[in-house]
């Protein structure tokens, strides 16, 4: 269970940080065995016992409109 008590479900956040000071970055590969991505922990606090956060996404056209937008920002970054 989630101890990230302000965060819900579907929140869209990709970058959390927990009370305790760990950091999770939301990860979405194509080559990925999960499809919707997944949580890594990229800062451990040794007294952290939060578990992963909540999904970030509720539905299908929430993770796309993220898609499109990180693709938009890669596109923006490769062409300057």
């Not at 989630?2 to 965060?7: A, D, G, K, R, Y």
């Not at 016992?49 to 996404?57: E, K, R, T």
């Amino acid at each position: 269970m989630s101890e990230h008590p302000m965060i819900e479900e579907g929140h869209g956040l990709t970058d959390i940080s927990c009370p305790h000071g760990s950091r999770f970055i939301w990860w979405f590969d194509k080559e990925a065995t999960k499809p919707l991505g997944e949580w890594v922990c990229v800062v451990w606090s040794s007294n952290c016992n939060c578990g992963s956060p909540p999904l970030p996404f509720k539905d299908k056209k929430q993770m796309q409109t993220y898609l499109d937008k990180k693709q938009t920002r890669l596109l923006e970054v490769n062409s300057e």
